[in-house]
């Protein structure tokens, strides 16, 4: 990857926030294909064309929490999808990484927040029909971090 390829989506309006998501994305990728150090990542990224529109803070803040909890979030997806997680795509696991992440660390986001934009990266990056699969598996995992606020989301 160049500098000129390693940058967020260019074709929307996207906010400091959801931009932090994309470079993170990039980021998880990156380190699910090369298996780079968190710090190496994160520099790299940090260079990208257009970071400097990202929440800096965020970002950092998201990609060394899913790296430094891949585990746990695994193990906490595991179970809501229908292949071992070696066998999803690069882009499908890091939206996963991230989604995990933002429901268990995050509850000032709503969780249908974190779905949808789970959701839009996946559209903007992944496969055809991945953002279904990531809808459904975010989905179910929300329901068991959160059962409060789905439910009563649930009852509007």
């Known amino acids: 990857m160049n500098e000129k390829t390693l940058h967020a989506n260019p074709s929307k309006n996207r906010t400091p926030r959801h931009r932090s998501r994309e470079f993170a994305l990039q980021g998880l990728y990156q380190w699910l ?11 790299h990224i940090r260079g990208a064309h257009g970071f400097d529109k990202a929440d800096a803070e965020h970002f950092t803040v998201l990609l060394n929490g899913a790296i430094g909890s891949s585990v746990e979030l695994r193990e906490m997806f595991a179970p809501l999808v229908d292949r071992g997680i070696k066998e999803l795509s690069p882009i499908e696991h890091a939206v996963l990484l991230i989604g995990a992440y933002e429901l268990k660390n995050n509850q000032e986001i709503p969780y249908r927040v974190v779905i949808n934009e789970a959701v839009e990266l996946t559209k903007s990056f992944g496969g055809i029909d991945g953002h279904k699969y990531v809808n459904g598996v975010l989905d179910k995992l929300a329901a068991q971090l959160r059962p409060d606020e789905v439910a009563a989301d649930k009852k509007r």
């Not at 294909?33 to 520099?43: G, K, P, R």
Request: aromatic letters at 0%.
């Open 33 to 43: 294909l090369n298996n780079e150090s968190a710090s190496t990542v994160v520099n």
